[in-house]
């Protein structure tokens, strides 16, 4: 696949990667995206273009996204609010998938917070930024250690119950956690940071993969330290990507893809032409001997 001649003659279509039912009963097509790159450095304060921001989500529909993810810590609030003012009435099919339990004090600046009364605050005031009834699909951002887990999906489970949540999912967790949470709520997703240069999640994976839970990978293009000139992985990575016409981040979103049928990548980006080469991804289909030359240099 050649991603300069198929974009003269076709655009981008999300669709290709293929279809993840969420909780058995939410489609949503596998390549997403995530927002949290649409504010300010270290997910704090303003984006420096709001127009390009909303054109990026409009663009991101336009071309086959039906996952969007996000929370209510970046910005704090600022993406919840861009993408209800971007896409509001949303398009049949887009779900819009969102966190609490994080805040926020300045830029990379993060507190885990689950008490039950704050986070059915932050489900209320994400259902007003984000203009639904309902949210599809809402992450615990980060489980507290101070707080009983009882509690925060004990609140959550109550929203559930309440019509104001569909489906619940987790991040940066382990099996046995998601084990010790599906004692109180079924968890339908988790989103951990996984990508082709950095797999310490693989055993995580592989447990969403047997419990059919699907896997959100954040920061999914993170092939910086394969990338540097001493690392075997390099010359590799940068020679299947020329023979495809692709490049190497291009290559880590489809190897993704075909990693694991469970794994949602969600690349963010605050431009519409990187968002349109991000979902060129869908398009490419690594060969057996491709894969297992990948799979080798990375150190898998």
């Known amino acids: 696949m050649s991603s300069q001649t198929s974009s003269a003659t076709s655009k981008p279509d999300a669709a290709l990667s293929g279809t993840f039912r969420i909780g058995g009963d939410l489609p949503v097509h596998r390549l997403g995206y995530g927002t949290m790159r649409l504010v300010g450095e270290g997910a704090w304060g303003e984006p420096a273009d709001a127009t390009e921001a909303r054109r990026v989500l409009r663009r991101a529909v336009e071309l086959g996204v039906t996952l969007i993810d996000t929370a209510d810590a970046y910005g704090p609030e600022i993406a919840e609010r861009l993408i209800g003012e971007a896409l509001a009435p949303y398009a049949a099919g887009v779900v819009i998938a969102t966190k ?12 885990y917070v689950g008490r039950a009364g704050y986070l059915i605050q932050c489900v209320e005031m994400s259902l007003r930024r984000l203009k639904l009834e309902r949210i599809e699909l809402y992450q615990l951002h980060r489980i507290d250690p101070h707080t009983p887990l009882e509690e925060s999906l004990g609140a959550l489970k109550r929203l ?8 619940i999912g987790l ?16 968890v339908v997703t988790v989103q951990n940071r996984y990508s082709l240069g950095d797999r310490r999640h693989e055993e995580t994976l592989r447990y969403c993969e047997r419990r059919g839970i699907g896997f959100l990978p954040w920061y999914p293009i993170n092939a910086g330290k394969l990338l540097k000139p001493d690392h075997p992985a390099a010359e590799v990575l940068e020679r299947i990507a020329g023979l495809h016409l692709v490049t190497v981040s291009q290559l880590a979103l489809a190897w993704l893809l075909q990693h694991s049928p469970v794994l949602l990548p969600i690349p963010g980006t605050s431009r519409v032409d990187h968002l349109e080469e991000n979902m060129r991804a869908a398009e490419l289909k690594l060969s057996r001997e491709e894969w297992a030359e990948i799979e080798a240099a990375a150190g898998a």
Do not use: L, N
């Not at 994080?102 to 993060?110: D, L, M, N, S, V």
């Not at 940066?172 to 109180?184: D, G, L, R």
């Open 100 to 111: 609490g339990g994080i805040t926020r004090q300045g830029p990379a600046k993060t507190e």
């Open 160 to 167: 559930q119950e309440q019509g104001k949540i569909r489906h």
């Open 171 to 186: 991040s940066e967790v382990t099996p046995a956690q998601i084990e010790e949470a599906e004692k109180i709520v079924p």
